[in-house]
């Protein structure tokens, strides 16, 4: 905290800022998380997500799950993860899945879904079409809409922690607007390779 603002970079005599710091941790186990809420309650700007993490973040998987089902809502084993992740109002058990998806012969799970009229089902259905008439906007409007919805369901399920996995998801979404074309398809392409 000392540093910022009062050191110069030797290389740039410019003065030390956040983002010139770079702390190195043998694993991210608790000593990660600990350090990483220490430098928030001294005020201390700091990135406890990075984008190596992300593509690990289940909120994160999450969010991709609905961007591939809303490409391709014939895309099974994305629907199958949504169902069962917070950002439906109730998520479906394996078992509630299961049977959507036990003996459905050649139609997609989306179809199952929709002629289903469990409460669970339907609220999901209900949810996932908002989200399915809405994804041809740009990528960062679409999961900033997503988030106002449900991010209080994510963190509830997942953690605080997942609070800033999403915020840097975020962060990439909108940079990524800026230096290419805003679709969601797109967006998807570029996130996923740069794993």
């Known amino acids: 905290k000392a540093w910022i603002g009062r050191r110069l970079i030797e290389a740039t005599g410019a003065p030390v ?19 990483v809420r220490e430098l928030r309650n001294e005020a201390v700007p700091v990135a406890g997500a990075d984008r190596l993490q992300l593509t690990g973040s289940i909120a994160v998987l999450d969010l991709l799950a609905l961007a591939r089902f809303c490409l391709l809502p014939q895309d099974d084993d994305s629907l199958a993860c949504l169902l069962k992740s917070p950002l439906v109002p109730q998520p479906l058990s394996e078992e509630q899945i ?27 259905h209900r ?54 074309s805003s679709s969601l398809a797109g967006f998807i392409a570029w996130f996923v390779a740069g794993e």
């Open 98 to 124: 299961f049977d959507l998806a036990w003996q459905r012969g050649t139609r997609p799970l989306w179809q199952r879904l929709t002629e289903n009229r469990d409460e669970r089902c339907i609220a999901a």
């Open 127 to 180: 949810q996932l079409s908002a989200w399915l008439a809405s994804a041809n906007r740009r990528p960062f409007e679409f999961f900033a809409d997503v988030l106002a919805e449900c991010r209080k369901r994510i963190l509830a399920r997942l953690g605080g922690e997942a609070g800033d996995a999403l915020d840097a998801f975020l962060d990439l979404a909108l940079a990524y607007e800026q230096d290419h």
């Open 17 to 35: 800022r956040p983002g010139d710091i770079l702390i190195l941790v043998r694993t991210r186990s608790g000593f990660f998380d600990a350090l």
